[in-house]
């Protein structure tokens, strides 16, 4: 019946599914005959007829037929079908993959190079060729040509051709496109990988449009979208102009991807403009709208792609991760402008970013929650406490994103993919080591290494190397966190080794510091200070510039997270721990610090002092805040190891000029002032102890010193509050209001009570300094003025009220600090401020009070296990008992003294 169609019908339009029935019924092949109702077909211009009859003559010569019978088939069906325009190119396939199975490569290739000649780009032979011609470029280790025929094949698939190796094939692209882009950057060969990367590019965004590889388009389009921008960005220097010329290459094709939803392509112009950002930060004034508007204005425009990108999909987690790094680091830059010039720049930031983003995102999940019914949908309920985990995440606000993680396990059934899954353990990980569970920390740490080892197994390792790497490094955080320090020292090696093995870029000489704080903390110097000078070598050749990350690693790791570090640099912000990696300077001025460090646990000042002086030069311009207040730190350091040393007089020249440099109005370091006040104290008191002070000089240091603590202490609160409120009013006039009656009243709380902890530690001082004052004056009274010299001050209050006035008012400094000590300072200090009042009433005459507290130092000692304390508390209640013990102990009081004497000897 088909055949009477076809011959009764010759103009039937649909004669061709005719002649493919008949082709169906016949056979596709008879012996070496092929049906000609399926040459027809393979001839005709039906394309899915015609893949379907040539699928169907491919696998009738395959049916079978080894390898050698299907050549001697096809060589006589060549000599049959010589004229035919589609059988011999079929049949040179099909002779190719036969002469394949032999192991006859060369044959091989020569028929499939013919089979390519003779189809087009849309004939299923044509894949199937370049295919195999991948295959056996990749088996002669030809990775080039491999990829010509692998991406010539992908690049022209068409859905009808049904092929299911065709995911099989691009994954092996994918993974020549970023092996090779990699090892064309670590070449310097940028050209090359720029070339590399266009193309993964362009493969997977034609696999998007053709509808049926999302599952590939999802996992890799983005991460191809960023390598070919960041490789664009290293060829060209990061130059802002250069930059716009790829920038022209997004926007022209823009409008169509944003008809195809070609998400990853919005989301890589929103991550040009993020480099974009970066570049005109840094550009000259030479570049038009540089600097911090430049920065702003182009994040700001990235943005708006992310959240086009998100309106196409906001399942869609890439844009997420990069409009929470825009956002980090626009409160970075907030922060610093604060933190120096109390919020000048805040109306240029809020003209492009309001406050408080993060935190609208969490007022609508929180009501999100409340408005779902976690009974009859668990699974939603899970995925909106993952998404308010996440939030408070990007926040920092560890404590709660803890919280919302831990309601994640108890609703949520599963996780959509592997690496979803290894992510949330990371950062329910993460949130448990700052909230110091450091078992718990290490449990999903683990089971996020499992997983990505997993992933990572075979050629996979190059993908996820950096998710281990990172991996690697937090458990080498936590050995330190936990004071393991050998077991860091391991995970620290274990890291450099992988990184190293795997190409990826780490900053070696910060590693070797790292083991060289552990190897201090162990007590072995030695190795600690051999790691120093290594990493001392490699710093030499750093360049000034700081070594940060590139932005990928943020993006294509694992997820929105800080580097992390500890040591020296550590910063540490309300109950979030916030880890930041250091530029170059900073660096040698942390190999200085360690090094010195190291030294003055040996004792050693000396070397110490040399590292300081060499901290000192390479502080000696400061440009930040930071730099400033280290520079003001490094001259009292100078100071106290010169005190060490029992250099007195380059101590105090060092102490005075950490109180000058904190003085200066461009610095105006309060906590400096404070801590060279302390310093200078404690040494005109150890001079007058010791007498090496003279009585009319000690005299009027100690009244010029007295009044620069005074007025240090009489503008504290005030310039503080002041500084603060500048602050605030900035923050409040990016909002467009002022500050509010009740921000006001608690910010000038909040000062009152820091300032109370200043003023004890400065009343104290000054007690100290008032009492050695009155002491210095009782040397200059005349003998005659009593038979008890400078113990018998009440009877020269008649003839001196001003010396009796000083040890009053010493004696209620100390008074009054000792009322606050108890949660303020330390137990030590409580039995010196002891010993002190005690001597203050011992020469105001208050014998039983001065008693009392000498008897309050002892068992304060004694309570706490001062037992260091101890001589300096028996030998003053020994002087005590042996000058004026007869009123309180009677006879008995010299034996007493002696008794005290040879205690405090023992």
């Known amino acids: ?100 199975e032999l192991g006859d490569v060369t044959a091989s290739r020569s028929r499939l190079l013919e089979a390519l000649k003779a189809a087009r780009r849309t004939d299923l032979v044509f894949y199937r060729s370049n295919a195999l011609m991948g295959a056996i470029a990749e088996r002669g280790n030809n990775p080039a040509e491999m990829e010509k025929y692998l991406g010539a094949a992908v690049n022209n698939y068409q859905l009808y051709w049904q092929e299911q190796d065709v995911a099989k094939i691009a994954g092996r692209l994918i993974d020549y496109y970023e092996e090779y882009g990699e090892r064309a950057e670590y070449a310097g060969n940028y050209s090359e990988a720029v070339n590399l990367y266009k193309k993964y590019v362009w493969m997977i965004t034609y696999l998007h449009l053709k509808k049926r590889f999302q599952d590939l388009y999802n996992e890799n389009a983005a991460r191809a979208h960023v390598l070919y921008i960041d490789a664009y960005a290293d060829m060209i220097g990061d130059d802002f102009s250069k930059l716009e010329v790829i920038e022209k290459e997004y926007l022209n094709r823009l409008n169509v991807a944003r008809m195809d939803f070609d998400k990853a392509h919005i989301y890589g112009l929103g991550y040009l403009y993020s480099r974009m950002a970066l570049a005109m930060e840094k550009a000259g004034p030479g570049v038009r709208g540089s600097g911090i508007e430049g920065l702003l204005k182009y994040f700001k425009t990235g943005v708006d792609q992310l959240d086009w990108a998100l309106f196409i999909d906001d399942a869609f987690i890439d844009p997420y991760i990069l409009k929470g790094w825009i956002y980090q680091y626009v409160d970075l830059r907030r922060k610093e402008d604060l933190k120096l010039s109390g919020g000048r720049k805040e109306g240029a930031i809020a003209k492009f970013f309001p406050r408080f983003l993060w935190e609208s995102n969490i007022d609508l999940y929180e009501k999100a929650l409340d408005a779902n019914d976690e009974s009859s949908d668990p699974d939603k309920e899970g995925n909106l406490h993952l998404n308010t985990a996440n939030t408070y995440f990007l926040l920092n606000n560890f404590p709660r994103a803890l919280t919302h993680y831990e309601q994640v396990l108890r609703f949520k059934r599963g996780f959509s993919n592997r690496i979803e899954e290894a992510l949330f353990h990371y950062h329910l990980g993460y949130c448990y080591w700052q909230n110091n569970n450091f078992v718990k920390s290490r449990e999903e740490m683990n089971k996020a290494l499992f997983i990505y080892r997993t992933l990572a197994s075979g050629k996979n390792l190059r993908r996820y190397r950096h998710q281990i790497y990172y991996l690697y490094r937090f458990f080498a955080l936590l ?35 790292e083991i060289a704080s552990c190897y201090r903390e162990m007590g072995e110097s030695d190795r600690a200070l051999a790691y120093l000078d290594r990493a001392w070598r490699l710093l030499k050749d750093y360049d000034e510039k700081e070594r940060k990350y590139k932005l990928r690693i943020r993006l294509l790791g694992l997820g929105p997270l800080k580097i992390y570090d500890l040591g020296p640099d550590i910063a540490v912000i309300g109950e979030n721990r916030v880890f930041t990696e250091l530029d170059t300077a900073a660096k040698r001025l942390l190999n200085l610090s360690l090094r010195e460090d190291i030294y003055r646990g040996r004792g050693d000042y000396s070397r110490g002092i040399e590292q300081l002086l060499s901290k000192y030069r390479l502080l000696s311009k400061p440009k930040t805040q930071m730099e400033r207040e280290a520079a003001g730190r490094t001259l009292n350091n100078l100071g106290y190891s010169y005190f060490r040393l029992g250099q007195y007089d380059n101590a105090r020249l060092y102490f005075e000029k950490a109180w000058d440099f904190a003085a200066r109005p461009d610095v105006n370091d309060l906590s400096g002032k404070f801590s060279s006040i302390l310093n200078i104290t404690t040494l005109y008191a150890m001079d007058l102890e010791s007498g090496r002070a003279g009585a009319a000089d000690a005299s009027k240091k100690i009244d010029d010193l007295i009044a620069k603590i005074t007025a240090y202490r009489q503008g504290y609160e005030k310039n503080r509050y002041e500084a603060e409120l500048e602050k605030l009013k900035a923050e409040a006039k990016a909002l467009k209001r002022s500050p509010t009656p009740e921000e006001t009243a608690r910010l000038r709380e909040n000062v009152r009570a820091e300032a109370s902890t200043v003023y004890y530690s400065l009343d104290v001082s000054t007690g100290v300094l008032k009492f050695y004052r009155a002491e210095t004056m009782a040397m200059n009274l005349s003998p005659t003025q009593g038979p008890g010299g400078v113990d018998d001050a009440y009877a020269h209050y008649s003839e001196n009220r001003e010396l009796y006035g000083l040890y009053a008012e010493a004696k209620g400094l100390f008074e009054s600090a000792l009322l606050q000590t108890d949660g303020r300072a330390s137990r030590r200090l409580k039995v010196k401020l002891l010993l002190n009042l005690g001597m203050c009433q ?39 008992l042996a000058r004026s013990g007869e009123a309180v102990e009677g006879a008995a009081h010299r034996t007493m003294a002696a008794d005290y004497y040879r205690r405090s000897i023992a």
């Not at 007829?49 to 010569?61: E, F, G, I, P, S």
């Not at 011992?842 to 309050?856: F, K, L, Q, T």
């Open 1 to 100: 019946h088909y055949r009477d169609i076809v011959g009764s019908f010759t103009s039937y339009g649909r004669k061709v599914n005719v002649q493919f029935k008949i082709a169906g019924v016949d056979g596709a092949l008879a012996g070496s005959e092929v049906s000609p109702s399926l040459i027809d077909v393979i001839n005709s211009n039906n394309i899915y007829l015609k893949n379907d009859a040539v699928k169907n003559l491919l696998d009738a010569l395959e049916k079978g037929h080894g390898p050698r019978r299907r050549l001697e088939l096809i060589d006589r069906m060549m000599v049959s079908f010589r004229n035919d325009k589609q059988i011999p190119g079929i049949l040179q396939y099909a002779a190719g993959k036969a002469y394949y």
């Open 842 to 880: 011992e020469r105001m005459g208050m014998v039983e009070d001065a008693y009392d507290s000498y008897i309050d130092a002892e068992k304060e000692a004694d309570a706490y296990g001062h037992t260091d304390l101890n001589w300096s508390v028996y030998a003053a209640a020994a002087r005590f």
């Open 479 to 513: 050995a330190r966190t936990e004071k393991d320090y050998p077991a860091a020292v391991e995970w620290y090696t274990r890291t450099m080794d992988f990184a190293r093995t795997n190409r990826i870029q780490f900053d070696r000489a910060r590693y070797l510091q």
